[in-house]
């Protein structure tokens, strides 16, 4: 890309030389900081949307993900500080750098500083420096438990200043660059949730009526399920695996908890993402304890379900070289499998058996769903050797479309990248946009 004619040292480390017409100043000199007050509102039911890090997404802002806001009377009441559209907020702590452009009047917690532009600032030339100052920001905040950065130590920071008109054709462009980049994301991020629905039509597919689209069809009986190949047997779910859960006085409490390496993990159902098995963030069981319930040791090839909590119905099957480990008591373990048990793993992962926690799942607050509905359940399935034969289809099927995730995955990585370096050399003057011609 094309560069300015003359540059001169910018005097700031991080940002390095700078267009010779270009100026440095503070940010201070150039804009009204305002914070929030301390004292959160004791109601958040009003009108007046009631912000946090999690409402911000994209360059704009101006509603509450959760629908929280604050009555007009709170906030005369509290004198709390409504930011006016234009406002540019950024993050002082936490998620350092986090910005975006009020778009509606609003209030936010103690998370923001709020920044309103003078006549020498341009409104998104301000949203893009501070995009762009993120890792600077982050090294020269403060803090014993979180980072943080005050109103007087951001109204110092330095920024290089254009004439106001390239502040706007700058703006303009990135408006432009990012929009397309970010389109871009979207579609590949797109493209992995339509991969994923494809594994579970695969799957779907696969262990509910086989590979062979020309054998003959029986009506099974299970009413979300249809019809299924008509050699394939039917039978309840405890004639062909033994479930195991810990239950009664081999319950534990926080005292038989130790640190990692002092015992086994105890699995939780936060140790299952995407029906596979995730140990990197474990709670550890007492060796004593875990050895008091042989029966509930975790094995290769074991298939664990959640059967209480907001992800019941959760399943992972265990994969070789995994250490020593045991459930907590909202897990149950299959054992002694008679089927192909990357079959009855792919079958529980199926929409089809994964109904039944829609039809049998009890409970208000807490959903749960007991052993013996579990042990009832219906399930049908063809000979070993075909079970064989869809385990590994299904195993390839995955391995493809896992690659291919992985690989756009990547792709999605680069182009964020791209835009934040892109967004750091436009603003900081390294290329020159001017004369670019938007298409």
Not at 71 to 99: D, F, H, R
Not at 111 to 117: C, Q, R, S, V
Not at 164 to 191: G, M, P, R, S, V
Request: with cysteine; aromatic share 10%; proline share 4%.
């Amino acid at each position: 890309m094309k560069k300015y004619n003359n540059y001169k040292d910018s005097g700031i480390e991080w940002i390095g030389e700078i267009p010779e017409d270009w100026k440095i100043s503070r940010i201070g000199y150039n804009s009204i900081l305002t914070v929030p007050q301390r004292d959160k509102p004791k109601e958040l039911t009003g009108e007046v949307p009631w912000l946090r890090i999690e409402d911000f997404e994209g360059k704009y802002v101006s509603t509450s993900k959760s629908g929280q806001g604050v009555s007009l009377e709170t906030i005369s009441e509290m004198n709390l500080k409504v930011y006016p559209i234009g406002t540019v907020l950024t993050a002082c702590s936490c998620t350092m750098g986090k910005t975006a452009i009020v778009e509606k009047p609003l209030i936010t917690n103690q998370t923001f500083i709020g920044i309103t532009p003078n006549e020498k600032l341009h409104t998104d030339f301000l949203y893009y420096f501070l995009l762009s100052s993120t890792q600077y920001l982050n090294s020269i905040s403060t803090g014993a438990i979180q980072s943080y950065l005050s109103r007087d130590e951001f109204s110092k920071i330095r920024i290089p200043l254009p004439d106001k008109f390239i502040q706007i054709e700058i703006a303009n462009y990135l408006d432009h660059k990012t929009t397309q980049i970010d389109n871009l994301i979207a579609k590949k991020e797109q493209f992995i949730t339509l991969l994923q629905e494809e594994r579970t039509a695969v799957i779907n597919q696969a262990v509910t009526k086989g590979l062979d689209p020309t054998v003959k069809m029986k009506d099974s009986g299970i009413e979300w399920l249809g019809e299924i190949p008509e050699h394939w047997e039917e039978a309840r779910i405890k004639n062909v695996v033994k479930i195991i859960g810990r239950i009664g006085f081999r319950g534990y409490t926080t005292e038989d908890l130790v640190q990692k390496g002092e015992g086994a993990i105890s699995l939780s159902p936060s140790n299952i993402k995407n029906h596979i098995l995730n140990i990197e963030d474990c709670t550890y069981l007492s060796w004593e304890k875990y050895h008091e319930s042989p029966e509930i040791k975790i094995f290769e090839n074991d298939i664990i379900l959640v059967k209480t909590g907001s992800t019941i119905g959760k399943v992972a099957i265990i994969p070789s070289h995994t250490p020593e480990m045991t459930l907590n008591p909202q897990l149950v373990v299959f054992k002694d499998i008679k089927l192909n048990q990357l079959f009855l793993y792919y079958m529980m992962v199926s929409n089809y058996f994964q109904g039944y926690f829609s039809v049998y799942t009890a409970g208000g607050s807490t959903p749960a769903i007991s052993q013996e509905k579990i042990n009832n359940f219906k399930i049908t399935f063809p000979k070993i050797e075909e079970q064989i034969n869809i385990s590994n289809f299904i195993s390839k099927k995955e391995i493809e479309i896992k690659n291919i995730i992985s690989k756009t995955q990547q792709e999605i990585e680069l182009l964020k990248e791209y835009k934040t370096a892109l967004i750091s050399e436009v603003v900081t003057g390294k290329v020159d946009v001017r004369d670019v011609v938007l298409n």
